[in-house]
Nanobody
Framework: QVQLVESGGGLVQAGGSLRLSCAVS????????VGWFRQAPGKEREFVAA????????YYADSVKGRFTIARDNPKNTVYLQMNSLTPEDTAVYYC?????????????????????WGQGTQVTVSS
């Protein structure tokens, strides 16, 4: 079955960087899109970034644009989220998710309900 496993979370000081990984198994990726979401305590899950497997188109939330970069490694079936200039507001559990359907515009991948597969999440804590 399809599995997504996140790694790379941890504790970092404000201004620091982390790289999250999302390893996908159980499916040959083609028209899929992998997204990153995050959920802070007491808040709703929010979209962070997404990347289309074929072609590599990307889309970011305004709150992370210019600081975070999403990328994929096709042979490894892995998606990365490079996070720079972290602030305490970035503290959350970060989840990767897979949408196997093609959507005509990247902005449609903001909606968590479109993703059928989710990882277990990895904690990111940014201290001030």
């Amino acid at each position: 079955q399809v599995q997504l496993v996140e790694s790379g979370g941890g504790l970092v000081q404000a201004g620091g960087s982390l790289r999250l990984s999302c390893a996908v198994s159980g499916r040959t990726l083609f028209m899929d899109t992998v997204g990153w979401f995050r959920q802070a305590p007491g808040k709703e899950r929010e979209f962070v970034a997404a990347i289309r497997w074929t072609g590599g188109s990307t889309y970011y939330a305004d709150s992370v644009k210019g600081r975070f970069t999403i990328a994929r490694d096709n042979p490894k079936n892995t998606v990365y989220l490079q996070m720079n200039s972290l602030t305490p507001e970035d503290t959350a559990v970060y989840y990767c998710a897979l949408d196997p359907s093609y959507r005509p515009t990247m902005s449609l991948y903001r909606e968590s309900s479109r993703y059928g597969y989710w990882g277990q999440g990895t904690q990111v804590t940014v201290s001030s």
